[in-house]
């Protein structure tokens, strides 16, 4: 359970902040090393609708759809998962007082997203076998290519 307080008011402006600069539709407190059951989201095209949510549960899920995603714990991964497209989620808001919402499109599929971060799940995980392996293997790739081979120490003589 989160605390209501002065702690939780600046995690939730941070993750908007950050949620802004980034240019993101979405971000939770795991993403910014906090496990903290907070998200924020924001699809509005100019970043004035940030939506808060502390603790959210879907209640109900309907309507599964392919649609695709990115993150940006991965950036310039995208691929395409199965998510519902209609939820209703049960959450609280920055003070504490309850509330319950139905989302559709990609504000459900959004929201979604960032619960997944809640249980260390990314949305690579959700993709296909084939998709989660050949992303495996570029990111082992990428992690080889990065590794720096330290040069040899000259023997003192």
Known sequence: ???FDASLDRLIDDLIETLHAKKAIGLSAPQVNDQRQVLVTDLSDDGSAPQVYVNPE???SARPGIVEESCLSVPGVVGN???ATR????ARDRSGETFERDLA???AVCLQHEMDHFEG???VDRLSPIRRFL???SAKAKARKRAVVPESCPESA
């Not at 939820?87 to 049960?90: A, T």
């Open 81 to 83: 998962v199965v998510r």
């Open 87 to 90: 939820v209703r989620v049960r």
């Open 121 to 123: 799940k990314l949305f």
């Open 135 to 137: 992303f495996r293997a």
């Open 58 to 60: 879907i209640l109900s």
């Open 1 to 3: 359970m989160t605390a």
């Open 105 to 107: 499109g990609m504000d």
